[in-house]
């Protein structure tokens, strides 16, 4: 299989974008990108184009991709997979230029919630993420369905909501300096603590807003990435995990098989350790998605996830910073593009040019679950080439 490097990188801000469409998002988000590449791109060198959407009121086609940025001539597929969408078409984009299929790829995602055409809109995106017979009629929204896990993991290990504001702040706090994000503000504990109660244990601060907004990389084989850079980043490991979409079929809410399942399968493919991670954009729908993934991913022991919060671990200047963009939580979450952002802020933060860049970070990590908990993509970037 071939190696795989990203020589460009570029996105809208996550916002509310009432004027614009997904069709004026992605040559926005494409145009950045293009012209991050280095030594340049033509856009006719592009062999393929994976889109990564969830809902929209623009729609779903793979067109889109075609008419807003003159790429009719080439293949467009259409990636769907709940908030793993992003992640999950860089991997089948990997996957194709690994294969020899094709030398350069654009993957975009994008998606526009925060306008709807119908109010309808917003719940047929919640009714594709979950079983619409036992689940989403009795009112198992993501914020439902995710509060049964956070609840049962605060059962059974020391972790309590104190932590999950430490998250709230420490995402708020990296986004307030970040011009992409939708919510450029500090907080603090006291006030996630006492926002209004989404579902218990989840209060308003715990929550990420969805937005509006698009994201793009151009991938490209090993073998041709000087043509664009002397720089890349190159995509080290990949793996997509799945578990059961019921919460009875489920033998352990206080984890996320999926998450285990996609991490160990991109661990292995880029022959490195969580402890070798420098940075990473983990999850945070709500904040105690994150806090289980940082075991999940490995970054620490069963129930001792907290003991990063505390030890100040996953702030900027800790150990292993994490959502440095400031997240789902402060930056924002258009479901179909989420992903992809996440890896437009670790090719900048291995390339040394992020907004809060994290000192020496040469290994980064993307991750993202849905589904709400039935499927998880981790993708690994690296400065250095893979051996």
């Given at each position: 299989m071939r190696r795989v490097a990203v020589v460009g990188a570029g996105m809208t801000p996550f916002a509310e974008h009432f004027a614009l469409g997904v069709k004026d998002l992605v040559p926005m988000a494409f145009a950045e990108c293009a012209a991050s590449v280095d030594k340049g791109i033509d856009k006719h060198d592009i062999g393929a184009a994976w889109f990564g959407a969830v809902g929209s009121t623009d729609g779903f086609a793979s067109g889109i991709v075609a008419d807003s940025l003159g790429l009719d001539g080439i293949p467009v597929t259409r990636v769907e997979n709940s908030c793993a969408t992003g992640n999950d078409a860089i991997r089948n984009a990997v996957y194709a230029i690994g294969s020899g299929a094709v030398d350069v790829a654009l993957v975009v995602g994008a998606d526009k919630l925060r306008e709807m055409a119908s109010k309808d809109v917003l719940w047929e995106w919640e009714a594709v993420s979950r079983d619409m017979a036992w689940e989403y009629p009795l009112g198992l929204l993501a914020p439902a369905g995710v509060a049964l896990h956070v609840n049962r993991y605060f059962h059974e290990s020391p972790a309590t909501r104190e932590h999950l504001a430490m998250i709230a702040v420490k995402n708020h706090r990296h986004g307030a300096t970040n011009p992409r994000a939708r919510l450029q503000y500090e907080i603090t504990a006291e006030q996630a603590l006492s926002a209004p109660t989404v579902v218990e244990p989840f209060g308003t601060y715990d929550c990420a807003p969805l937005s509006d907004g698009a994201a793009a990389l151009i991938l490209v084989a090993e073998d041709v990435a000087d043509r664009y850079t002397d720089r890349p980043v190159w995509v080290s490991g990949v793996g997509l995990g799945m578990d059961s979409v019921l919460h009875q079929h489920k033998s352990d809410l206080t984890t996320f098989p999926a998450t285990?399942?996609?991490?160990?399968?991109?661990?292995?493919?880029?022959?490195?350790?969580?402890?070798?991670?420098?940075?990473?954009?983990?999850?945070?729908?709500?904040t105690g998605i994150e806090l289980i993934s940082y075991e999940d991913l490995g970054f620490a022991n069963r129930f001792e996830g907290y003991k990063l919060l505390e030890a100040g671990e996953t702030t900027i200047g800790g150990a292993l910073p994490v959502n440095t963009s400031g997240g789902l939580k402060s930056k924002g979450h258009p479901p179909g593009a989420s992903g992809v952002g996440q890896c437009v802020e670790l090719f900048e933060q291995l390339r040394g040019g992020a907004i809060n860049q994290v000192e020496g970070a040469r290994i980064g990590l993307a991750h993202n679950v849905g589904g709400p908990t039935s499927v998880a993509a981790v993708t690994i970037l690296s400065g250095t080439r893979p051996n």
């Amino acid at each position: 299989m071939r190696r795989v490097a990203v020589v460009g990188a570029g996105m809208t801000p996550f916002a509310e974008h009432f004027a614009l469409g997904v069709k004026d998002l992605v040559p926005m988000a494409f145009a950045e990108c293009a012209a991050s590449v280095d030594k340049g791109i033509d856009k006719h060198d592009i062999g393929a184009a994976w889109f990564g959407a969830v809902g929209s009121t623009d729609g779903f086609a793979s067109g889109i991709v075609a008419d807003s940025l003159g790429l009719d001539g080439i293949p467009v597929t259409r990636v769907e997979n709940s908030c793993a969408t992003g992640n999950d078409a860089i991997r089948n984009a990997v996957y194709a230029i690994g294969s020899g299929a094709v030398d350069v790829a654009l993957v975009v995602g994008a998606d526009k919630l925060r306008e709807m055409a119908s109010k309808d809109v917003l719940w047929e995106w919640e009714a594709v993420s979950r079983d619409m017979a036992w689940e989403y009629p009795l009112g198992l929204l993501a914020p439902a369905g995710v509060a049964l896990h956070v609840n049962r993991y605060f059962h059974e290990s020391p972790a309590t909501r104190e932590h999950l504001a430490m998250i709230a702040v420490k995402n708020h706090r990296h986004g307030a300096t970040n011009p992409r994000a939708r919510l450029q503000y500090e907080i603090t504990a006291e006030q996630a603590l006492s926002a209004p109660t989404v579902v218990e244990p989840f209060g308003t601060y715990d929550c990420a807003p969805l937005s509006d907004g698009a994201a793009a990389l151009i991938l490209v084989a090993e073998d041709v990435a000087d043509r664009y850079t002397d720089r890349p980043v190159w995509v080290s490991g990949v793996g997509l995990g799945m578990d059961s979409v019921l919460h009875q079929h489920k033998s352990d809410l206080t984890t996320f098989p999926a998450t285990v399942r996609a991490a160990q399968q991109a661990f292995a493919m880029a022959g490195v350790a969580p402890g070798d991670v420098d940075v990473a954009e983990v999850h945070d729908l709500f904040t105690g998605i994150e806090l289980i993934s940082y075991e999940d991913l490995g970054f620490a022991n069963r129930f001792e996830g907290y003991k990063l919060l505390e030890a100040g671990e996953t702030t900027i200047g800790g150990a292993l910073p994490v959502n440095t963009s400031g997240g789902l939580k402060s930056k924002g979450h258009p479901p179909g593009a989420s992903g992809v952002g996440q890896c437009v802020e670790l090719f900048e933060q291995l390339r040394g040019g992020a907004i809060n860049q994290v000192e020496g970070a040469r290994i980064g990590l993307a991750h993202n679950v849905g589904g709400p908990t039935s499927v998880a993509a981790v993708t690994i970037l690296s400065g250095t080439r893979p051996n």
